[in-house]
């Protein structure tokens, strides 16, 4: 048997995702290292959460079975990026950094990362849809752009482990035209929009259904972090710079948020979920105005990219189309292109969820040991 490929990996955020991934990096790293032909010994060397941080100077492995307790029982103070490339750098092994945070100041270190030829796997959406300029030092840098560093790969930005990314690439790449790009790219507001106003009638006021979806976990603990659009905003900047168009930032289209002008200024979520029914009788009138068209009301975000067009809102459906349709917190994303004519590519399943989540990021980890080796 050949002697097994030494792989670092370095791991940051270890809550919903981050465990999710780490349970998945178990089990990947019984398979490699009995690959017959091809072992890889894939080595955890450094995982962190917001306040704590576990790793040994020497590089020595962790133990996936026991990363939780040694978190745990770790004193040490949570380096910066820049201090976390410098260590990873000089790793005697390839080093491919997962980042399974939300974290803007990891994000905006990618390109220090990858300059290092330190690879980054993630569904962080901040590096990708933050300013043009950070998207742009990610791929001059990265060896799957234009640069000699590491690779990069953020399929889990929009849809979680559906392939969206990775199909848009492939249309792209195989000579394709993309036209539109629509969809519903948010677990949370395809829960929250199959309720209020299901296909068939019914539903209850959007504060009740948005009250049922914190309850059941699909809304972040501030319901408004979801309900102003902006998540769906970055998913979109994300999809259209992939499509060609060069957009600034998620503020330079237009979004539509819900939460009502009148409580913008509230100073908590719970001060927000107590008046939000104040406000339930503007979407009740936009309910009964889509019923009487025989249609339902969606939360979608599109992509016009031969008129350069982005945007996120609302917007009515006949009953009959694949986005009235929906189940549960489904995402569903319609790319139509000059291949596929009037009859769109459609991608739908679970867009949401840490165990969907880290599938996504586990295959990317795949993609850039094929790489690697």
Known sequence: ??????????VIGAGGVGKAFLSQLSQLTKRLSSEPSTPINLALIYVARSSKVFFNEDYSPISISSWESDLASSTRTVPSPTQIADYLSKAPASVILVDNTSNEDVANAYPLFLGKKISVVTPNKKGFSSNLKLWQDIFKAASNGTGSGGYVFHESTVGAGLPVLSTLKDLIETGDEIVKIEGVFSGTMSFLFNSFMPVGGGGGSFSAEVTK????????PDPRD???????????????????????????FPVQSLIPNELESCKSGDEFMKRLPEFDGEM????????????????VGSIDVAEKDVKVGLEKFDASHPI???????NIISFYTKRYGSNPL??????AGGDATAMGVTADLIKVLRLLL
Do not use: C
Request: charged fraction near 30%; avoid cysteine.
């Open 284 to 299: 009740d009138k936009l309910k009964q105005e889509a019923a009487k068209e025989g249609k339902v009301v969606r939360f």
């Open 226 to 252: 979801d309900l102003n659009g902006l998540d769906v905003a970055r998913k979109l900047t994300i999809l259209a710079r992939i499509s060609g168009l060069e957009i600034e930032s998620p503020a330079s």
């Open 213 to 220: 979806a914190k309850e059941l976990g699909y809304t972040e």
């Open 1 to 10: 048997m050949p002697a097994a490929r030494q792989i670092f990996v370095a």
């Open 324 to 330: 009235a349709a929906l189940k549960g917190s489904d």
């Open 346 to 351: 459609i991608i739908q399943g679970a867009g």
